[in-house]
């Protein structure tokens, strides 16, 4: 076993879905969650840029001897996941394969849609994934750039929600899509809003819960369960830190604490800097 | 008279409105536009940060050999204007004066009511601004987070945004404002859904068509006026810019080129270095 937490990061809030199914399924660990708040959104930027940005909050993980990293941001995992893998000396993982892999199982007719941001669906990391798992597989992509808001507004179940929901799954519906996979780490708040909507024979597919359960094999293969009872959590965050406490509680269901601000080297021509070395 | 541009920057597409307000009031003055979309949104940042941004981008809009610097950004307004107005060897307009002095000559009663991004809000930028010109003057202020993704998503006058408008500006008016002012540069799209939501007597300010009016009557002052009949354009973004230019278009009403990519400096440690030596 290893008491050493797992490390978790997102541009922002929307991580903390991941954390809470990591909380929920893994009582007994340790977690570090890092929210890259001074540069989000990741999703706007260019692939080169956030695989800076991936790879120097990773490292600020790796600094607090994290066990393992879990990349709980989309666009993060789309770009720079395989830079990670291959730069850790510790497992890396990301919410993308998690949730490609249960849809390929699910889906009856090999008809799955995906929603995600503007960033995510453009990058097309689900329909690569979905069919590097099943070559056959159909894929129709819709991005949703109200989701998040609406999320941190904690208007996720509000009439306006019902509506935005409606607008932008009409075409996977009629696209006959049997699966829909939430390709956004704010989209589990969601999920009630978008259940309503949908036909009842469509499977949700929750990529912050099967990215738990991907981290529970994982760190039962390697025998580093932490066994203690009841495991600690520690916050982190690039810039102020009020909006994010506030907002975030409402994805947690309970406070945000204790969180500290600490400083990445924000310029691309930094990133071969410690990231200890600039704490604040 | 004088044939140079002037500057206009904001983190994104938002400050394309007052762009398109410039473009209609001053049909001859040549307009370069940066948006920083490396780094956006300015909203989210903490305010020394956003000083050494806004000051990084009016110092690329220098290097152009622009006449004025025109802040069309409410954050950057907000934290930096002074910082630039200091700096800078040319004249520095912002976004919330020109919105503030309006509403103090429109409103009957006293109250009024400003809407902008978290970040404005937080900021209490208007108030000051608006307290600081009538001492008297009661301001009630609501953030609209949703009222940016309305209007990128091309939804600003969609049942969505009616919906969005009546929960946002429901406390404003139980409160009895009497004016209203947009303090964000995406809100003119939303004018007619505002206009349909609110009571006929209550009067809108649009900070785009004010701030425009200020530089109108600036160049006159100045004898800086462009003579000439059509003036040209020319846009920069700090990253990748098929985003900017498909949303941008539906804010101009006019395809966004040419457009060019630069660097800025993203690590604020960074920010003495000459934008110029980044250019890529």
């Given at each position: 076993m290893s008491e050493n937490a797992i490390g978790v990061f997102d541009s922002g809030v929307g991580g903390l879905t991941v954390l809470h199914e990591l909380r929920r399924l893994l009582p007994g660990e340790n977690l570090v969650y890092l929210g890259d708040t001074a540069r989000v959104p990741y999703g706007?930027?260019?692939?080169?840029?956030?695989?800076?940005?991936?790879?120097?909050?990773?490292?600020?993980?790796?600094?607090?001897?994290?066990?393992?990293?879990?990349?709980?941001?989309?666009?993060?995992?789309?770009?720079?996941?395989?830079?990670?893998?291959?730069?850790?000396?510790?497992?890396?993982?990301?919410?993308?394969?998690?949730?490609?892999?249960?849809?390929?199982?699910?889906?009856?007719?090999?008809?799955?849609?995906?929603?995600?941001?503007?960033?995510?669906?453009?990058?097309?990391?689900?329909?690569?994934?979905?069919k590097a798992l099943q070559p056959q597989v159909s894929v129709v992509s819709v991005a949703c750039p109200l989701f998040v808001p609406l999320a941190e507004e904690g208007w996720a179940e509000h009439?306006?929600?019902?509506?935005?929901?409606?607008?932008?799954?009409?075409?996977?519906?009629?696209?006959?899509?049997?699966?829909?996979?939430?390709?956004c780490t704010h989209y589990p708040l969601l999920k009630p809003t978008l259940k309503a909507v949908l036909p009842p024979s469509i499977k949700l597919v929750d990529s912050a819960e099967e990215t738990a359960l991907v981290v529970q094999q994982l760190l039962t293969d390697r025998g580093e369960l932490n066994a203690q009872q009841n495991g600690c959590w520690?916050?982190?965050?690039?810039?102020?830190?009020?909006?994010?406490?506030?907002?975030?509680?409402?994805?947690?269901?309970?406070?945000?604490?204790?969180?500290?601000?600490?400083?990445?080297?924000?310029?691309?021509?930094?990133?071969?800097?410690?990231?200890?070395?600039?704490?604040?």
């Open positions: 706007t930027k260019s692939p080169e840029t956030v695989r800076k940005y991936a790879l120097q909050a990773a490292e600020f993980l790796i600094a607090q001897r994290v066990k393992m990293v879990v990349v709980a941001c989309n666009t993060a995992s789309s770009f720079a996941l395989q830079l990670l893998q291959q730069q850790l000396s510790v497992p890396v993982v990301g919410v993308i394969a998690p949730g490609a892999d249960r849809a390929v199982r699910l889906t009856a007719h090999g008809v799955v849609g995906v929603i995600g941001t503007d960033g995510t669906v453009h990058s097309d990391a689900y329909p690569r994934a979905l009439e306006i929600a019902r509506l935005a929901a409606e607008e932008y799954l009409a075409p996977l519906v009629a696209a006959g899509i049997d699966t829909l996979v939430l390709g520690q916050f982190y965050v690039t810039d102020v830190p009020t909006r994010f406490v506030r907002v975030g509680s409402g994805f947690l269901g309970q406070p945000v604490e204790p969180v500290e601000r600490i400083s990445l080297p924000a310029c691309p021509t930094c990133s071969q800097e410690s990231p200890q070395g600039r704490l604040s």
